[in-house]
Each structure stands twice: as C-alpha cells, then as structure tokens.
C-alpha cells in the first residue's frame, strides 16, 4: 500500500466533553489514563459495565481544552448517556460533536506526510481540526478528525480518497476490531480481543468502571479466545456464525471484507491448527486464523 489514502468513516463520530472537570470525571469511567491525552497524544480506551464487560470502545483526544472521543455513529447516543448518567454535580458539558468528521489515513510514510513520528498515539492540530497515529498500532496508519473544509487539506498533501473496504481490509488483517462490529457488547472481555497490547489499558492507574475483572482476567491468566484475522475460503460466514474443529466449538465470525475477517477463536484450537496446518470449519467454509505480530498469548 505505497500511496496514500483518506477514507471516511461515516459509521464513526464524536462527543466532546467540556469543563474544568473533564478529565477527573472520564478518569473514573474508562480504562486508560485519561490524564495522557492532549493535543500531542491521543489514546485508545473502553468504557465497560460494572461487571467489567465490554459496552464501547472510544479514541481520545483533545483540542481547545475539549476531550474528543470518537465512537460508533449509530450507538454515539447511547454512550453519550451511559456518561451522563454518572456526571452528577461533575462540571463537565457532554454534547455530540458533528463539526468534525472522522477519517482514516493509510499508506507508508503517512506520518511523515503530517509531521508525525511513527509512533502510537503522536497527534497534532491540524486543518482545524486534530490528526494522529493510530494509538493500537503505528502501522494501522493514522485519524484525522476535521470539519468539512478540511478534506480539501487531506487531498493538497497528496492523498486520494480510498473506499471503506479498503481500510476494512487493512485493520482487519492487522487483527483491529471496529466497534461493535466485532466486539459484542455486554459480552466482550478486553483482553481476549487485545486492548492489553493494543495500548487500551494502563495498569497503573487508579479505580474505573469495570477494572475488577479485567484486572482478575490478566493477572489470574483467564484469557481463553483471542481476536484474530482469518482467510476465508468459500462462502464468507455471516457474523455470529459458529466455527468449529472436528465438530466441536472453536469459535464464532466476527466482520470481514472480502475474503479475510475476524473470529473470535478457541486459543487451544488456534494452537492446534497452528501444529498440523489444518483449517477450522464455518458451513462450507474453512477458515485459516493467523498471529498478529503484536498479540502475546
């Protein structure tokens, strides 16, 4: 992927939060340190149940003293509520933010091309808005979010625009879930989909919503399925379909984009498959699960 390409991402949007007490308040709430963010460093968090399981997923940042988060479009409100219902006598304003638009950017040297290093999470303003690298992985490329005018800048510093599947193509095959398109709300453990080594966590901070058990998970060695990119060959499984080995559960279809997606598998299977070069099973379809370089397990 030489050149460069910026895609729109319609399916994702923004809430700001505003006040002297933005930060405290998030802090209390989501998994990573909240305190980290600026305008030169943007992050990857969670905001989870009491009971640790997983509801969003968010990127941080923040420009003219506003916290910045951007989250899935068609489940922005319900977020947007599950914060204000813990604001309380919190001084901090939470409103959805439809100034600026999201967008991915990928290609080798894209950082560069902005005057980012190749380094998770390096932000700056830009365009009247904020650009950074991808905060899971510096070679998932990087976010802007800018208002409309600002696509025109996007384009002066040489990038085309690409199409969804493209981008879906790409953090798919780097094993980097979207939303809830892959990560199953009131379901989904962080660690079995790799917030840990994708920077969503910070381990050092204080108390937060639903630390508890993902906490216990890491360091009881509880995790039993990872998140991993699979090569379809045959019909592409519906997400939520079954994959199984020797008929047995292994799994179950997550997104995909053409003929490669995500499952969650069976780490037992995976390592199975992984010693005979044999394939799981979906329908009519067999599926080849493969390592990130970035996953530990």
Same mark, same amino acid.
């Given at each position: 992927?030489?050149?460069?390409?910026?895609?729109?991402?319609?399916?994702?949007?923004?809430?700001?939060?505003?006040?002297?007490?933005?930060?405290?308040?998030?802090?209390?709430?989501?998994?990573?340190?909240?305190?980290?963010?600026?305008?030169?460093? #943007? @992050?990857?968090? !969670?905001? &989870? *149940?009491?009971?640790?399981?997983? /509801?969003?997923?968010?990127?941080?940042? $923040?420009?003219?003293?506003?916290?910045?988060?951007?989250?899935?479009?068609?489940?922005?409100?319900?977020?947007?509520?599950?914060?204000?219902?813990?604001?309380?006598?919190?001084?901090?304003?939470?409103?959805?933010?439809?100034?600026?638009?999201?967008?991915?950017?990928?290609?080798?040297?894209?950082?560069?091309?902005?005057?980012?290093?190749?380094?998770?999470?390096?932000?700056?303003?830009?365009?009247?808005?904020?650009?950074?690298?991808?905060?899971?992985?510096?070679?998932?490329?990087?976010?802007?979010?800018?208002?409309?005018?600002?696509?025109? #800048? @996007?384009?002066? !510093?040489? &990038? *085309?625009?690409?199409?969804?599947? /493209?981008?879906?193509?790409?953090?798919? $095959?780097?094993?980097?879930?979207?939303?809830?398109?892959?990560?199953?709300?009131?379901?989904?453990?962080?660690?079995?989909?790799?917030?840990?080594?994708?920077?969503?966590?910070?381990?050092?901070?204080?108390?937060?919503?639903?630390?508890?058990?993902?906490?216990?998970?890491?360091?009881?060695?509880?995790?039993?399925?990872?998140?991993?990119?699979?090569?379809?060959?045959?019909?592409?499984?519906?997400?939520?379909?079954?994959?199984?080995?020797?008929?047995?559960?292994?799994?179950?279809?997550?997104?995909?984009?053409?003929?490669?997606?995500?499952?969650?598998?069976?780490?037992?299977?995976?390592?199975?498959?992984?010693?005979?070069?044999?394939?799981?099973?979906?329908? $009519?379809?067999?599926?080849?699960?493969?390592?990130?370089?970035?996953?530990?397990?």
């Amino acid at each position: 992927m030489a050149k460069s390409h910026f895609i729109p991402l319609p399916h994702r949007a923004l809430i700001s939060l505003s006040g002297e007490e933005r930060k405290t308040f998030l802090q209390g709430l989501v998994s990573n340190d909240v305190t980290k963010a600026g305008a030169d460093h #943007a @992050l990857y968090s !969670a905001f &989870l *149940t009491p009971q640790g399981k997983f /509801l969003h997923e968010f990127f941080l940042g $923040e420009q003219d003293e506003t916290l910045l988060l951007e989250t899935e479009t068609e489940r922005r409100a319900d977020f947007a509520k599950r914060l204000s219902l813990y604001k309380l006598r919190s001084k901090v304003g939470i409103a959805a933010n439809d100034g600026l638009r999201p967008y991915a950017i990928v290609g080798s040297g894209a950082a560069g091309l902005f005057g980012l290093a190749e380094t998770a999470g390096d932000a700056r303003p830009f365009a009247g808005g904020l650009i950074f690298v991808d905060p899971r992985l510096a070679e998932a490329g990087l976010r802007a979010w800018l208002p409309p005018e600002g696509e025109a #800048a @996007l384009r002066e !510093a040489g &990038l *085309t625009e690409g199409e969804i599947d /493209l981008w879906d193509k790409h953090r798919i $095959e780097l094993g980097l879930p979207d939303g809830s398109r892959d990560l199953v709300p009131d379901k989904a453990l962080l660690l079995e989909n790799g917030f840990d080594e994708l920077h969503g966590v910070d381990w050092q901070k204080g108390c937060y919503l639903g630390q508890e058990l993902t906490a216990r998970t890491k360091y009881r060695g509880l995790v039993r399925k990872r998140l991993l990119p699979v090569d379809i060959t045959g019909p592409v499984p519906e997400p939520g379909s079954p994959i199984l080995l020797d008929g047995t559960d292994a799994g179950e279809m997550r997104s995909h984009a053409g003929n490669v997606g995500l499952a969650m598998i069976r780490i037992d299977a995976f390592e199975q498959i992984a010693a005979t070069g044999r394939a799981l099973e979906a329908g $009519e379809s067999r599926l080849t699960p493969h390592k990130p370089a970035w996953a530990v397990f």
